[in-house]
Each structure stands twice: as C-alpha cells, then as structure tokens.
C-alpha cells in the first residue's frame, strides 16, 4: 500500500517536472533515478489509475501511441511540438486563435488541435554544431540555414 503510493507519487512528479507530456518510457526512466525497482508493467498500471483519477489526461498526438500530462496543464487550452530528431513532446503556449476563415462556409469550428514538428532547440543547436564546423564564412553559414531562425515560442494574437 505504502509503496504503491510512493510509485504513484513519483510517477505524478516525474511529470509535473518534465513540464512535457511524457511517454510511458520516459517516465520510466524519470521515476527510475528516485524508485530504482520499478518496471515498465507498474507505469502501465499506476497510469491507468491515474488517468481513472483524472490526475493526467492523455495527449495521443496522429499516429503516436499516448504520452501523459498533468490534468491542470491539460485543462488549460495549448499545443504541442513534436521533435522529429529526438522523438520529444513539448508545451507550446501560443494559438493562431480562431480558425473561423479555415473552415468551409457555413462550418462551425467547436474545437481545433495542432502540432508542429520540427526539431527542439537541444536537437537543432546539436545539428548546426555537426553541420557546420567551419566558422569562417558567418555570413553565408547563416544565410544557408533559413530553419535555424525558427522563433522558440508562437506568437500570440
Ligand atoms: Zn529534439
Ligand atoms: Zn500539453
Ligand atoms: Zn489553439
């Protein structure tokens, strides 16, 4: 009983941490550094119990099995950027807001989801550094890498 809710306990703040929605395998390595003996099987199950409990929602981005983010951040209307480099999910704030102009006419948006993918910061700085070894020529090097000036939040409206 103890244990099982020092797992869970864990589990939740493994989460609340990363700040991200986390897949059951990330989690697992996250809650590993304070529950050393705990398995893939009790993640699979202390997630069902917490999904049950309403404590994370699941966040199943197209084609992606389920990653598990807090309820509270959940409930507070956001996206998502999926790295396509190093297979991560974060929190992006921002939202293009209404979508009104999108739809056919006479359609009536309820709700819209969005992801963007790309590369993280991490996985971006990592593929500029190996790509570009030579620093002799910045202004070509900068010119030549248009994605490097993706913005690191969207903007708000
Ligand atoms: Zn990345
Ligand atoms: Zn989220
Ligand atoms: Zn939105």
Same mark, same amino acid.
């Given at each position: 009983m103890e244990r099982s809710t020092r797992q869970r306990t864990a589990i939740r703040a493994a989460i609340e941490a990363a700040a991200r929605p986390l897949s059951p395998h990330e989690i697992l390595d996250a809650v590993r550094v304070t +529950?050393?003996?705990?398995?893939i099987a009790t993640i699979y199950r202390n997630l069902k119990l917490l999904l049950g409990e309403g404590e994370l929602q699941a966040v199943t981005l197209p084609g992606e099995n389920p990653r598990y983010e807090t309820s509270h951040a959940a409930h507070h209307h956001h996206h998502h950027f999926h790295? +396509? /480099?190093? =297979?991560r999910v974060f929190e992006v704030e921002g939202c293009p807001g209404?979508? &009104? &102009?999108?739809?056919? /006419?006479?359609f009536v948006i309820d709700r819209h989801e969005l992801t963007l993918y790309g590369e993280c910061a991490e996985c971006a700085a990592k593929r500029k550094g190996k790509a570009a070894? =030579?620093? /002799?020529a910045p202004v070509a090097t900068s010119a030549a890498?248009?994605?490097?000036?993706?913005?690191?939040r969207a903007h708000k409206h």
């Open positions: +529950v050393p003996e705990i398995g790295c +396509v /480099a190093c =297979d209404r979508m &009104d &102009d999108l739809a056919p /006419a006479g070894p =030579d620093a /002799a890498t248009p994605a490097a000036k993706r913005p690191a």
